[in-house]
């Protein structure tokens, strides 16, 4: 059995190109309970907490429960829930998974090959981090749901679940951090060692792992941090092209204000002539996708304004 094909074509729930990632993360938490303990098992009234939270910080902006992927992966093949009664999930109700004394843990199958294979763990976990997630993300998933970071950073992806994935264009980073300048779109740094830019990437608005084009329309060029805030949903863009704040975000430093408040309303810089600033596709789906909450109103703006 080909378990990196199995893993790359988990069956996720879809809607006009909407994140479902509850099935991905429940994965990655269990492949790391598995390199603790390759005999231990998940009760769900014990992690339901620390899945929420993962759900909550990674996944969709809107309400969601860890029951639905609980129950749900192991129609997948990859995981098996067991109760108070024997082998078999109760349902997908939170109540219900509580109260039977629900646990969890990777199908005997997999375990299997898990102890046969001492690289397939690490496979796995890059199959699951470039499928779907920024690459922005990988290193604070693994680390939110205890990974070896040095077993998921070197990982290769052969044969099915090599094949099962596209590849990213190379010329992107170049493309998008020539469009803009070598400067971040969001607050214009734009830092080089030599002649080479530094803390600068190419961030795309539509995420590569849920078909977003390596295209300058899908683009900006952003530093390190506006990267990874742009990508946790901290961050996000206007139809007028100006930065949103999410409201949830909390910042009482100086620095906090200087990076990340102060940008509220601020028009993006570039691309410059010639190049197709954002398409409205793309922002409208990290706004329903990846931002988080109610965008700030900027200082002296009615609040209709945003």
């Known amino acids: 059995m080909d378990w990196l094909?199995?893993?790359?074509?988990?069956?996720?729930?879809?809607?006009?190109?909407?994140?479902?990632?509850?099935?991905?993360?429940?994965?990655?938490?269990?492949?790391?309970?598995?390199?603790?303990?390759?005999?231990?098992?998940?009760?769900?009234?014990?992690?339901e907490g620390e899945l929420r939270q993962?759900?909550?910080?990674?996944?969709?902006?809107?309400?969601?429960?860890?029951?639905?992927?609980?129950?749900?992966?192991?129609s997948d093949g990859v995981w098996e829930v067991r109760t108070d009664?024997?082998?078999?999930?109760?349902?997908?109700?939170?109540?219900?998974?509580?109260?039977?004394?629900?646990?969890?843990?990777?199908?005997?199958?997999?375990?299997?090959?898990?102890?046969t294979d001492s690289s397939l763990l690490t496979r796995l976990t890059r199959?699951?981090?470039?499928?779907?997630f920024p690459p922005s993300l990988h290193t604070d998933l693994c680390e939110a749901v205890g990974l070896d970071l040095e077993l998921a950073e070197a990982g290769h992806v052969s044969g099915a679940g090599a094949r099962a994935r596209r590849q990213r264009d190379r010329r992107m980073r170049e493309l998008i951090l020539t469009a803009y300048e070598f400067q971040c779109a969001f607050c214009g740094y734009d830092g080089a060692l030599g002649t080479s830019a530094v803390g600068l990437e190419a961030a795309h608005v539509r995420w590569w792992s849920h078909n977003g084009p390596d295209e300058v329309d899908n683009g900006l060029c952003l530093c390190s941090l506006h990267h990874k805030l742009f990508d946790k949903g901290v961050l996000g863009l206007g139809d007028d092209h100006r930065i949103l704040v999410s409201q949830r975000f909390v910042g009482r430093s100086e620095a906090s204000r200087q990076y990340v408040l102060a940008l509220t309303g601020r028009p993006v810089m570039g691309p410059q002539p010639g190049n197709a600033p954002v398409a409205r596709r793309h922002r409208e789906w990290h706004a329903r996708q990846v931002f988080h909450g109610t965008p700030r109103t900027p200082a002296g703006r009615p609040a209709h304004a945003t």
Do not use: C, I
């Open 5 to 47: 094909d199995r893993v790359a074509k988990l069956r996720q729930w879809t809607n006009n190109g909407a994140r479902a990632p509850h099935k991905p993360l429940l994965l990655l938490y269990a492949l790391a309970n598995y390199q603790r303990d390759a005999d231990g098992e998940l009760r769900y009234s014990a992690v």
């Open 54 to 74: 993962l759900l909550t910080e990674y996944g969709p902006p809107h309400p969601t429960t860890p029951a639905y992927p609980f129950h749900h992966l192991a």
């Open 85 to 115: 009664q024997g082998l078999g999930s109760p349902g997908s109700r939170v109540g219900v998974l509580r109260s039977s004394g629900a646990t969890g843990r990777l199908a005997p199958g997999l375990r299997t090959a898990l102890a």
């Open 127 to 132: 199959v699951l981090l470039d499928t779907h």
